[in-house]
């Protein structure tokens, strides 16, 4: 993989107390939530540092200098937009501006993601105009392209079960890979199970 030809996006909330993991927090309250959500941060570091492209982090509300995002390995940026659609289509015209031919957005709240499923969606890249990655619950945990397609961030209710679907439909006709489905975390019954997350739930376990 070229490194000066990728770049990922990866899209994240500033780990504040309140103001993340809402739907998980309404079951195990606001701290623990907070908790997971930098559980979730750090995994997503670890996976992503030293993936073979340029990395670009894009905050909700402000850029943290001194973080677990190592500012020698990513760059900070912050996300402009009044939805989620105009935020990552903003990100993602800026990369192509760049220069960058394969530009692919992840979130930050994938505990199934791995190294070799960012590899895999970059090679996909090299034979497909577009990569998505299918979550449960009717969103994408990934996007990728190699041609910005204004579309794919339009009239979305994003946060629902209907964004994949929607998406699909835009990419009708088009040169497009899907992913394995994986699991994005939500809600309680997301991390209820994994053994990672027991820490942070035993409260309610008790």
């Known amino acids: 993989m070229n490194r000066k030809e990728n770049l990922l996006l990866i899209f994240t909330r500033n780990p504040e107390l309140g103001k993340c993991k809402t739907r998980l927090a309404s ?11 930098k559980f979730l941060l750090k995994h997503t570091a670890v996976l992503t540092k030293n993936l073979n492209a340029e990395k670009q982090v ?32 903003n990100a993602f015209e800026s990369g192509f501006n760049l220069g960058f031919k394969k530009i692919i957005i992840i979130g930050s709240d994938m505990y ?3 190294p070799a499923d960012l590899e895999e969606a970059f090679l996909k890249l090299q034979d497909h105009d577009f990569v998505v990655g299918p979550a449960e ?3 994408y945990y990934l996007l990728g392209m190699t041609t910005l397609k204004k579309e794919l961030f339009q009239d979305k209710s994003w946060g629902t079960k209907t964004v994949l679907k929607d998406t699909l439909e835009n990419l009708e006709g088009e040169d497009v890979c899907l992913l ?14 994994i053994e990672a997350f027991q820490p942070y739930i035993k409260h309610i376990k008790g």
């Open 112 to 114: 199934d993601l791995a």
């Open 180 to 193: 394995q489905v994986k699991n994005d975390v939500d809600h309680y019954e997301d991390i209820k199970d």
């Open 27 to 37: 079951k195990i309250g606001n701290e623990a939530a907070l908790n997971v959500y």
């Open 58 to 89: 894009y905050y909700s509300e402000n850029i943290w200098k001194n973080d677990i995002w190592d500012n020698q390995v990513y760059q900070k940026k912050l996300q402009k937009g009044e939805n989620l659609g105009a935020r990552m289509y």
């Open 137 to 139: 619950d009717g969103g």
